[in-house]
């Protein structure tokens, strides 16, 4: 390992980094893992590629399948030469809440903890067995049937963080129904879109949460999200609602709110308490059977149901967790995500549930009851793997390292980051500060769409590029493709495509086969498109630029404006940034560039000075931001990610055409930035 250091030329890759400074895994790392330095991880990957369908047959041999099947990866991405499909396996069956359950009782992990759960405030706490997790499975599928729910059929869940969402994902699974997650705190209208568009019959939700010291009512949504779909003509015949707010412990100075009942309710501790005793059988399920629904944003406007079946998914996520995050039989797993969004289906219930981890289920926000919050955890428990976002990574950053002050970390091995690029600072500060310069970081790029990994660091294996998103995973083969579909060979920047199936991979857009096509195969015929544009260095490292709808055309040059926000989250007194192109008479358009600034401090002639200055060192006089604006907040929906079409209209000085803002954290930022934008004018 000693030459890579070597030969890796970063001088333009990394900001804020000492000469070309790059980062070896650990020692403790390289010892056991599953994969062992740099030429293990070549050696594994040309396998993957070059004999695709033995590969992953071996790492389904490690799962249980009722009935196997000869067949491999099948897939065609070509639409000139018939209908976009992929399939894994076809013809086997299999259930992936078995596999996650029965089949760890019989490893013997029956006494395992599966899950910490960790309320919104830190005394509430609780933890749950493999075996007894099983068992309220078993119950709740029997609940569900008993309300009609067959194979097939969609359940909406619009639940918190609580140990309920496991369970009810996992029923689902179990009697061949999809689940789909809804964020607890999406409106009325939007869990009631996605209700009609599923055609659900059941919606599992709970009377209410408290995030931080806010009360939601969740009951009062569901139920305005229940009248919504009636109207539209889908008649839910059950609402399930689990008594949360009776065991939690209520913020000082909050209160609990008020809950109304309807007559199609159904009470959570009540429905389980009748099928006690009652048997529900697994469901044995086609390779291809549909497994989830998962509604994404769409550029239409109309949310996209991606849709993932079970086989290649559960394969896929089981060999990810295993080889992304190193997991190992001791590991405590903590993955902050939130179960509404992809990455707490694959890498909070499904991935380490397969691996038999005990992980940790989090109702709380990172800086509630302060921003300690994540270092106490990590603490409290022995965390020796987390994975959270960028996002939440700049902003307890902001708050200053007094934070991290009284906390140790030490079990930390693996921090891992999901969602956006993570700018370098960000990816310093976590691997110095919180990781005491003795973790691997790893960078994780994939979508709702792939279901897992498509590009990481492996902990035992890839030296890390701050910034970088690093190495394909296994079975996973990008290609950069120019705005003519022209292959990219070698260094360069274009179109992140993939140009193989892989077995996670989505199956289709719920209800809409030709939006599924138009979206990620039309553009590049035989290939899947990702949507986002990447950069492939000497060393065939791929970093991502950035969605390619936020590349930004300036006086004929393309700039990305992830670039563009990397260099200026840099400073020191920066904590997160969001560029957009803002039209021009001349340069056809300019980057107009919206800053958050760390707790204390305020936009100034110095600082908009000192921030142009970093962007022209950094990437050339054409990406210096015409126009720097303080932002209070950006406008960010609940998964973390900046709605930038939101911010291109305010750039623009424009107020119509917005669009709905019912799915952001908070609104109200919206009104603070037009006012910004207009005290500017």
């Known amino acids: 390992m000693s030459d890579v250091h070597v030969k890796f030329n970063l001088a333009n890759d990394n900001e804020g980094l000492e000469d070309d400074e790059i980062f070896l895994p650990p020692a403790p790392l390289l010892a056991g893992a599953h994969v062992s330095g740099l030429q293990s991880y070549h050696e594994i990957y040309a396998n993957s590629i070059n004999n695709s369908d033995e590969f992953w047959k071996t790492v389904a041999s490690e799962l249980h399948f009722e009935q196997g099947s000869s067949k491999g990866l099948e897939w065609n991405f070509d639409a000139k030469k018939g209908d976009i499909y992929c399939k894994f396996m076809d013809g086997a069956k299999t259930n992936i809440s078995y596999n996650c359950l029965e089949r760890n009782l019989k490893r013997g992990l029956g006494n395992k903890i599966a899950y910490i759960f960790e309320g919104n ?279 200053g390292d007094e934070f991290l002050a009284g906390t140790s970390r030490a079990t930390l091995k693996v921090i891992g980051t999901v969602g956006e690029p993570i700018n370098p600072a960000a990816w310093l500060w976590l691997y110095k500060k919180v990781g005491n310069s003795n973790v691997s970081i790893v960078d994780t790029y994939w979508q709702t769409e792939t279901g897992g990994h498509m590009i990481t660091c492996l902990p035992g294996a890839t030296p890390m590029k701050p910034g970088a998103a690093s190495m394909p995973m296994f079975g996973a083969s990008p290609v950069l493709l120019d705005s003519e579909g022209r292959v990219i060979e070698g260094p360069g920047e274009g179109n992140l495509c993939f140009d193989r199936a892989w077995p996670g991979m989505m199956r289709g857009v719920f209800g809409d086969y030709e939006r599924f096509v138009k979206t990620y195969f039309a553009p590049f015929g035989g290939y899947y498109f990702t949507g986002d544009g990447a950069r492939r260095d000497e060393d065939g490292y791929l970093w991502i630029t950035g969605r390619v709808d936020d590349l930004m055309n300036v006086s004929g040059h393309l700039l990305s404006t992830a670039e563009i926000e990397s260099a200026l989250v840099a400073h020191e007194k920066v904590a997160e940034a969001a560029v957009v192109a803002a039209p021009h008479d001349i340069k056809g358009s300019f980057p107009y560039a919206f800053v958050t600034l760390n707790v204390g401090e305020r936009i100034n002639p110095q600082l908009i000075a000192e921030l142009k200055k970093m962007v022209r060192e950094k990437i050339g006089a054409l990406a210096v931001p015409d126009i720097i604006q303080e932002a209070p907040g950006l406008p960010k929906t609940r998964s973390g990610k900046v709605t930038r079409r939101i911010l291109r209209k305010i750039a623009e000085g424009t107020e119509s055409g917005i669009g709905d803002t019912t799915t952001l954290v908070d609104e109200s930022v919206i009104k603070q930035l037009i006012s910004g934008r207009s005290a500017r004018a």
């Open 121 to 399: 405030e830190p005394s509430d706490s609780s933890t749950i067995t493999y075996s007894e997790l099983h068992a309220q499975v078993v119950q709740f599928s029997a609940v569900l049937r008993s309300h009609g729910v067959k194979r097939g059929d969609v359940v909406a869940l619009y639940l918190p963080m609580i140990p309920e969402l496991a369970v009810a994902m996992l029923a689902c699974a179990r009697i061949g129904a999809m689940h789909s997650v809804v964020f607890a705190g999406f409106s009325a209208e939007s869990l009631s879109a996605r209700i009609v568009d599923a055609q659900c019959k059941v919606l599992v939700t709970a009377d209410g949460m408290f995030r931080g010291q806010k009360s939601i009512n969740l009951k009062t949504i569901a139920n305005s999200a229940v009248k919504l779909a009636k109207s539209e003509n889908v008649e839910v015949s059950s609402l399930i609602m689990v008594e949360h707010l009776k065991r939690v412990t209520v913020p000082e100075g909050s209160s609990l709110p008020k809950i109304d009942s309807t007559e199609i309710d159904a009470i959570y501790e009540n429905e389980m308490e009748k099928c006690r005793n009652v048997e529900s059988e697994v469901e044995w399920m086609d390779a291809e059977s549909p497994l989830f629904l998962l509604y994404t944003s769409g550029s239409t406007g109309k949310p996209k149901g991606i849709q993932h079946t079970t086989a290649g998914y559960m394969t896929y996520a089981f060999a990810t967790t295993k080889y992304t995050f190193d997991a190992q039989p001791d590991d405590i797993y903590w993955c902050t995500a939130d179960c509404g969004w992809i990455t707490g289906h694959t890498y909070l219930l499904y991935g380490p549930l397969l691996n038999g981890l005990q992980g940790i289920w989090f109702e709380g926000v990172p800086s509630y009851p302060n921003a300690s919050r994540f270092w106490d955890v990590t603490d409290k428990y022995g965390v020796t793997k987390l994975y959270t976002s960028p996002t939440a990574a700049r902003a307890l950053m902001a708050m």
